[in-house]
């Protein structure tokens, strides 16, 4: 009996020290838990703190009217380091700033001879046998190798603030003028959501090679109409987008260049006013796309010319306005 008794109170012991033991790992665990989201919760303020004081930093050297140069500086250091949402601030500060240093920029590249140094450094001064050989672009943009070469010191410091911008320097009318250059702003793609990068990209097409200069157009139709399908696409893919409206405003620019053509880019033969083959050919390729708007706007106008025998006279051209507006009505009702 007396050893059934001693047995049982082992049992019940050994119970009792395998209850408490347990109990004991419970609470380390629970306590570890506890302490790790702790740790998490405390590692993210930390975070946040640090995107609000380099955000913070940020537009001070915006209000403080610095110039693009110092904020491309900023940015290249700090925008793998904050979130989303202050990364498009910043890209969308950026581009503010570059705008509005466009008409500043332009005013000092044309005091004393600067442009005439530019102009020497690029070639065009000088006429070349194998000229007509040469890549366009190499007329069109000053080539930013030749940095080094500009003797003028005040001259060279301020090309490289310029190219240290994000901006290139095109040739119009003879002078060299600053443009955002969005290829350059392709750099921050990877940071960004898709709505800012696409943007980015359709404007890099306009900053590669400009639709029109000089009041004629430097590309052909048929890469004026992928450009205005690109827009279209944009508009219709981010109709909530904060750069709906400007990029509606491109689509409305790219599609009356393409009706009506410029004035030193005719649609038609300027002696017979017959319509030319290949802005022809490039508005049946248009029409036969599928389910766009820009398709249905440009069959209307092909019925219009084709009407008319495919002369372009006013009773044509009459008819763009009322097809553009009609265009960006559409688009818009897509919101």
Same mark, same amino acid.
């Given at each position: 009996?007396?050893?059934?008794?001693?047995?049982?109170?082992?049992?019940? *012991?050994?119970?009792?020290?395998?209850?408490? &033991?347990?109990?004991? =790992?419970? /609470? #380390?665990?629970?306590?570890? $838990?506890?302490?790790?989201?702790?740790?998490?919760?405390?590692?993210?303020?930390?975070?946040?703190?640090?995107?609000?004081?380099?955000?913070?930093?940020?537009?001070?050297?915006?209000? *403080?009217?610095?110039?693009?140069?110092?904020? &491309?500086?900023?940015? =290249?250091? /700090? #925008?793998?380091?904050?979130? $989303?949402?202050?990364?498009?601030?910043?890209?969308?500060?950026?581009?503010?700033?570059?705008?509005?240093?466009?008409?500043?920029?332009?005013?000092?590249?044309?005091?004393?001879?600067?442009q005439m140094e530019l102009l020497s450094l690029s070639g065009l001064l000088q006429s070349t046998e194998d000229e007509a050989e040469r890549d366009f672009s190499s007329f069109l943009f000053f080539d930013e190798s030749k940095l080094e070469e500009i003797k003028n010191v005040n001259l060279k410091e301020l090309v490289d603030k310029i190219f240290k911008g994000k901006y290139r320097l095109i040739n119009m009318e003879g002078a060299f003028y600053p443009i955002i250059d969005y290829e350059k702003l392709k750099d921050y793609s990877k940071y960004l959501p898709d709505y800012i990068k696409d943007c980015i990209e359709l404007k890099s097409m306009e900053s590669n090679m400009p639709t029109i200069l000089d009041g004629g157009l430097v590309i052909s139709f048929d890469e004026l109409s992928q450009r205005l399908i690109a827009a279209e696409s944009y508009i219709l893919k981010y109709p909530e987008s904060i750069k709906h409206e400007e990029v509606l405003r491109l689509y409305g620019w790219y599609l009356r260049f393409y009706l009506?053509?410029?004035?030193?880019?005719?649609?038609?033969?300027?002696?017979?006013?017959?319509?030319?083959?290949?802005?022809?050919?490039?508005?049946?390729?248009?029409?036969?796309?599928?389910?766009?708007?820009?398709?249905?706007?440009?069959?209307?106008?092909?019925?219009?010319i084709e009407a008319n025998d495919k002369i372009i006279d006013e009773s044509v051209l009459s008819k763009v306005t009322e097809l553009h507006s009609e265009a960006i009505a559409r688009l818009e009702s897509e919101r």
């Open positions: 009996m007396v050893k059934r008794w001693i047995y049982l109170v082992s049992i019940i *012991s050994l119970l009792l020290i395998v209850l408490v &033991v347990g109990c004991k =790992d419970e /609470n #380390i665990v629970m306590d570890a $838990e506890k302490s790790i989201g702790i740790l998490k919760a405390e590692t993210t303020n930390l975070e946040e703190e640090e995107e609000e004081n380099i955000i913070k930093d940020f537009r001070n050297i915006v209000k *403080s009217n610095n110039e693009p140069f110092a904020l &491309v500086n900023f940015i =290249d250091q /700090n #925008i793998d380091k904050v979130n $989303e949402e202050y990364r498009v601030e910043m890209i969308r500060e950026l581009e503010e700033v570059q705008e509005k240093y466009i008409e500043k920029y332009t005013e000092q590249l044309f005091i004393e001879d600067y009506e053509g410029s004035i030193n880019t005719f649609i038609y033969d300027y002696a017979s006013k017959e319509i030319k083959e290949e802005v022809l050919s490039s508005y049946y390729e248009v029409r036969d796309m599928d389910e766009t708007i820009t398709a249905e706007i440009v069959a209307k106008y092909i019925d219009i």
